[in-house]
């Protein structure tokens, strides 16, 4: 049972990167993603979250309009696109999974509110100036 992030990268500012979260040993139908990031020296972030059946999305200010979240469940994936890519964006990446709740909201969910079940591995993303 895990979590496989991948699609990380160097990219210049300004460029994009799809990052791929891919569920093996259970499916992700019931569970909500979480994708979240950490830099050196910071805490670790919640960047965007969608609920089971992706009807409800939350973006951190920091991210929105620029990248957008998505999931395929026939794929057993989840997505993140990230456009517009800058230097601060440099982080290691990684996507969560958590059994997900009717009452549960995209906004707790990526503030840590819930305790998720399985963590992918982290992809690291630099974005150069």
């Known amino acids: 049972v895990q979590l496989q992030a991948s699609g990380g990268g160097l990219v210049q500012a300004g460029g994009s990167l799809r990052l791929s979260c891919v569920a093996s040993g259970f499916t992700l139908d019931h569970y909500g993603i979480g994708w979240f990031r950490q830099a050196p020296g910071k805490e670790r972030e919640g960047v965007s979250c969608i609920s089971s059946s992706g009807g409800r999305t939350y973006y951190a200010d920091s991210v929105k309009g620029r990248f957008t979240i998505s999931r395929d469940n026939a794929k057993n994936t989840a997505y993140l696109q990230m456009n517009s890519l800058k230097p601060e964006d440099t982080a290691v990446y990684y996507c969560?999974?958590?059994?997900?709740?009717?009452?549960?909201?995209?906004?707790?969910?990526?503030?840590?509110?819930?305790?998720?079940?399985?963590w992918g591995q982290g992809t690291q993303v630099t974005v150069s100036s």
């Open positions: 969560a999974a958590v059994y997900w709740v009717p009452s549960f909201s995209g906004d707790e969910a990526c503030r840590g509110v819930y305790e998720y079940d399985y």
